[in-house]
């Protein structure tokens, strides 16, 4: 019944939430509160809690002004507060302003709402819940069962607060009153017993009640008088004796409200030997029987001043994995909780930990299957949303691939298939067609097939332009160490290697490079190095590692004759690309006719290169053994021209834009008629 209380939602209105007051707050209102409009624009949402402060204390001073506001001011103010509250739902103090201002501007209904939102948005703050139960108490007390409701929700949520003797008082105080009415103080009962196993500042208070009561209840009944007496002992005193070592704890905190400024590293160490103390076993944590939720209790109001602090949400997480009995959506609410609040430079340890606690929860041993799958589908949701939030993290395509083949019982690697070959070729082909099919689907944009796995077509959430290079690289490695299948991976190369998406793809190129050298095709491996840096863009580290590995293979492996018998000189050319991947031979020989290379860095002076066209040791003069002709030079053309000066403007212009064809043309018309 609790773990359903803690998922309930207490929204009664399904009208989305606007947050920007200026839709409500017209000009001429802005231009008569300029220092609300001041204070609005100069929130610093992340480091500053008193820019935040100061909006809503002007944002108060409106409803003063406006002793009878029209409807788009009242909005515009109740936005202000939605605005901030939304954002920092652990902002009690401004629930409490905004439920004070909801009363003056629509009446006790709105206010009401109001603390029900609180509630839900902050479900664990002992304040907001000892209001809202006031209230519904002060103002509605005809609605026992709805009360009542609302109060074991509450005992679940708060009740177990080393502090919660406030919210203790009024519910006892609220069934007192209907046991006086009915005359059945059974459930009055109840409560007290289970106050009294709970540790609490006033634990002695309840205890000394609880014993006044039974007696009074049972003064004609010595033996259940006994039996009573005999078992509220067993329970209060282990709780009374470990009150005292809880109390060195309690006492050292001194902010346990939610705040933007940094946490003093008293109140962490403090935090951190706290739960130190609950989770390591002792004799005297054994001896007192504390319940597992009062521990659950103390996470819970750590993370609200510790909210950006990464190590509480694993000690959190963990805590919940070991024992055992959490279900997969306690651990994706605290993933999305800790997710939803921390930078995001500072949850990579919280995702790895959740990944390892859900990963392990579906491969133990003896675990009910229907549980299993839980935790399967479970662990998928959390790497499509973990890819979504950060979409060039590829490690999650890869996890999901990764656990999907385990879940189907799909193993491979290169030890285990050469030397036992125990797999079950069947999933291998249904995988293999999976991905063949997800390919095909993505690149014609048509819809996918519903023969698919589900888990399959959960999988097309994450493919995109920059991923879909990984499914690829998967139905490769699958067709090349599964099923070495040669002419199949050819195939596959020559359908995706001249994709726009895979121009960058460090590993497409790789696989491709290892493919190669696999087979020895000489020529594909120098279509590909002569691509590098034109066609294919790979980072510089990657090309000299490559380039220095290519060197070595064709050592070992080539023929002296295919290298010698080459133009240009193998290992210069190979050389040239090194820390310059967009070198290249066609491109420099492009070059030598432009104007700006002729002009050799000096506008409006052209210079016509003289350009041998012999060798320099001539086949002729080696057979005959006679002295070197005198080099024949190019003629220079058009000396005696006048020099035609470059038009640098339009040029640059014309290569940083060039995409616009009939901008080019009007540029170049434009740029020949000025030269003339």
């Keep these: 019944m609790h773990a359903i209380h803690t998922n309930m939602a207490i929204n009664n209105s399904s009208e989305p939430l606007i947050l920007d007051p200026n839709l409500y707050l017209d000009s001429n209102f802005i231009k008569e509160n300029s220092e609300w409009e001041k204070a609005y624009k100069a929130i610093d949402w992340d480091n500053n809690v008193q820019s935040i402060d100061t909006f809503l ?45 909801s009363y003056r501007l629509y009446g006790l209904d709105y206010s009401i709402h109001v603390l029900e939102r609180s509630v839900n948005a902050f479900p664990h703050s002992l304040e907001l819940w000892c209001d809202y139960l006031n209230v519904l108490v002060a103002n509605k007390s005809q609605e026992y069962d709805f009360i009542r409701s609302k109060f ?43 106050v009294c196993k709970i540790p609490l500042y006033h634990h002695a208070k309840y205890s000394t009640n609880y014993r006044k009561l039974i007696r009074n209840l049972h ?45 003093p590293q008293n109140e962490l160490t403090n935090w951190d030997n706290y739960l130190k103390f609950l989770l390591v076993p002792s004799s005297l944590l054994n001896s007192s029987n504390i319940p597992e939720h009062f521990i659950e209790t103390v996470f819970e109001r750590c993370l609200i001043p510790c909210n950006k602090y990464e190590h509480f949400w694993i000690k959190y997480l963990v805590y919940k ?85 385990l879940w189907n019982g799909i193993k491979y690697s290169s030890h285990h298939i050469d030397k036992n070959r125990q797999y079950n070729l069947n999933n291998y ?3 293999v067609k999976n991905l063949e099919t997800l390919l095909q689907k993505y690149f014609s944009k048509s819809d996918y097939h519903r023969t698919l796995d589900i888990d399959v077509r959960f999988f097309r959430y994450m493919l995109n332009d920059n991923s879909i290079d990984t499914v690829i690289v998967e139905l490769i490695k699958v067709r090349w160490f599964v099923f070495k299948e040669t002419l199949a991976i050819k195939k596959i190369f020559a359908t995706y290697w001249n994709r726009p998406q895979l121009k960058n793809s460090v590993k497409f190129w790789l696989l491709y490079y290892k493919f190669q050298k696999k087979v020895k095709d000489f020529d594909k491996l120098a279509s590909f190095f002569t691509r590098l840096g034109e ?64 002009s050799a860095g000096h506008a409006g002076i052209l210079v016509e290169r003289p350009e041998s066209q012999n060798s320099v040791i001539h086949r002729k003069v080696l057979k005959k053994n006679s002295a070197q002709e005198l080099p024949t030079l190019k003629v220079p053309h058009h000396m005696n021209n006048a020099i035609k000066p470059i038009n640098y403007f339009t040029t640059d212009y014309l290569q940083q834009y060039g995409g616009n064809t009939k901008m080019n043309k009007i540029l170049k018309g434009n740029a020949v008629g000025k030269n003339k």
């Design 57 to 101: 204390h002007e944002t108060e001073k409106l409803v003063i002004k406006y002793s009878a506001p029209n409807e788009k001011i009242k909005r515009g103010i109740c936005t202000c507060f939605n605005l901030v509250l939304t954002r920092y739902p652990l902002f009690f103090g401004y629930w409490k302003k905004f439920t004070a201002i």
């Design 152 to 194: 074991e929700l509450a005992s679940w949520l708060v009740g177990y607060h080393f502090m919660a003797h406030p919210f203790w008082d009024k519910y006892i105080e609220f069934e007192t009153k209907l046991s006086a009415e009915t005359g059945e103080y059974s459930l009055i009962q109840d409560i007290y017993k289970n």
């Design 219 to 263: 003064k004609d009944s010595p033996e259940l008088l006994k039996m009573e007496e005999e078992s509220l002992h067993k329970s209060h005193l282990p709780v009374q004796n470990i009150l005292g070592k809880l109390w060195e704890f309690e006492s050292k905190i001194k902010q346990s409200f939610f705040n933007l400024n940094p946490l």
């Design 321 to 405: 994995y070991k024992r055992k009995d959490a279900n997969s959506i306690k651990y994706l609410s605290i993933l999305k909780r800790g997710l939803s609040v921390l930078p995001d430079d500072r949850n990579d340890t919280l995702i790895a930990t959740a990944l390892t606690c859900l990963h392990n929860s579906i491969f133990t041993e003896g675990e009910n299957p229907s549980i299993k799958n839980q935790f399967f589908q479970s662990y998928l949701e959390v790497l499509i949303d973990l890819y979504k939030i950060k979409p060039k993290n590829h490690q999650y395509v890869l996890e999901y691939l990764k656990i999907y083949k």
């Design 429 to 431: 082909k249904k995988y």
């Design 535 to 598: 066609y294919i863009f790979l980072p510089t580290l990657v090309i000299n590692d490559m380039l220095e590995d290519y060197k070595t293979f064709v050592l070992l492996n080539g023929n002296l004759k295919d290298i010698t018998k080459k133009s240009e000189d193998f290992w210069l050319t190979l050389d040239c690309k090194r820390n310059d991947p967009m070198w290249s031979k066609n491109k420099i020989k492009r070059n030598w006719t432009t104007k700006r290379y002729k």
